[in-house]
């Protein structure tokens, strides 16, 4: 542990090193290649200005709408697939055909039927998700053993408590990878949607910065993606593998 | 630990007036016979092999189990001993024939009837007091209550210190015991237990055999209790049925009317055994002979 967290540091610091050096050179100009100083400053009046405090809250609001919407309809989607051999022959196909199809390809279609409105985002993103999440929730169900089922019939759990109370936690080993590709897709198409079309939030920030040949602005909001991804990926998803695993006792690696 | 008296759940179903009447089976000899409480007519189960064949797992099974009974069932390994438990349970459909309990047809699971699952089926999610309590939580008993009824089955099978631990950090024979708290826990009038006591060291199993014992006469359920072990069937059982190999019939019944408490030693019992095992013996050379007949033919 300490080795690594030691590697970490050192590989980092190399790299920042290598990024002020150069940086020094001035070989190319900030508006190429930022200072990690000009960067700080960036993140600084961001922060300090308020923008990238509302670009935040903006983009976490419709990431939370979006994503939650993309689990309640995958797992419910997922289990009415598992549970009908016509829908499996049909819906579950093309479920995995459109897989294949880049979220950001909806926006075009949905800025024509939502127009460039909030809706029309929120569509992208559970375009982007609800796939995963359905798929996961499919084989959870299909996979899980019978036993689990049977079970909590015979004590008494029917109907919407047998769902919630046996066939949604049986699944969840299953369902937590998809939940957590869910998320990254989700992610990553809000911050295309965002830079596309004028709209607050992160991406706009980001064509902002390029709009304004502001380098710094850009690798500042940039950096921050990043950050918040690894935010969500550490507290939620690894809380979730962590328990997971404890309850269970699935090795780290199962 | 707790002794009979002192233990609060039992002492409720003592005071529960409206089982009273089969409390003490074995003392009401004079009173008029009961209807069954269960009973199988005619029930066969088949199932499609992989390779097209059906296998005739039960046939033509009749059975009248009396109110507070106690019936184990022996058998061949794969003569149909858990496929038959499930029919009565309610979680599959015999491909023939009904089950009546209380002289309705049985059409599904009901928290009246609890099996004791040969796998267990304890959900690896919840904790070990999760587990015993899931019943009494599904039938809305509030949550204080419902704690204090599953501690009390959870020191029944001696596991009370581990009430918070998850399933797979017990061994094999602390969650045959966990399971048989759970399905204590819903108080059934009818109890199905498929082998429960298979992986337990012979002590707590001589334990468990008393406890077993005293519950089903305070309480008076009525239990069918699979297992393949007749020394323990012939300690259990009013009554032992003994099933043949494919088709499942049943072959013979042995009444077995020794004077209670039993224990596994007893000179009786192991007499009992030995002319149930007797028969036995036929049924599981058969089963092997199927084995051996197969393994020819597929090679
Ligand atoms: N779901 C199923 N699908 C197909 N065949 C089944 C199924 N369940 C049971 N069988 C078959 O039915 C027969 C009886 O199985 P069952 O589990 O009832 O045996 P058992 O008497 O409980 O055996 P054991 O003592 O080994 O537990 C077996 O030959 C088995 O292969
Ligand atoms: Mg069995």
Redesign the pocket.
Known sequence: MTKRAARQVLFYAVLLGLWILIARLKIWPPYILPTPKGVWEALAAGFADHSFWIAIEVSMRRIAIGYGISVLLGVVLGLAIAGSKFLEDTLGGLLVSLQSLPSICWLPLAVLWFGLTEKAILFVVIMGSVLSVTIAMETGRQQMPRIYAMAGRNLGARGLKLFLYVLLPASLPYLVSGLKQGWAFAWRSLISGEMIFVSLGLGQLLMLGRDLNDMSQVVAVMLLIIAIGYLVDGLLFRTLERRLQEKWGLSPAA | MTSPAQHPAIQRDLEDGSRSPLQVPNAAPALAPLPPKLSLRGIS?N???SNQHD?L??ERIDLQVRPGEFVCVV????????????LIAGL?QPSAGTVLLDGRPVDGPDTGRILIF?DLGLFPWLTVIQNVEFGLRMAGVPKPERRFRSRNYLRLVHLGEFEDSYIHQLSGGMRQRVALARALATEPDVLLM??PFAALDAQTRDLLHDELERIWRETGRTIIF?T?NVREAARLGDRVLL?TF?P?RVKREFTIDLPRPRHLEDVEVARTARDILDELRDEINKSREAEYRHDKTSR
């Open positions: 189960r199932f499609r092999n296998l797992a039960l058998g061949p390994s794969g003569c149909g001993k858990s496929t038959l438990l499930h599959a040969q498929d082998e699979v393949h099933l494919r499942g």
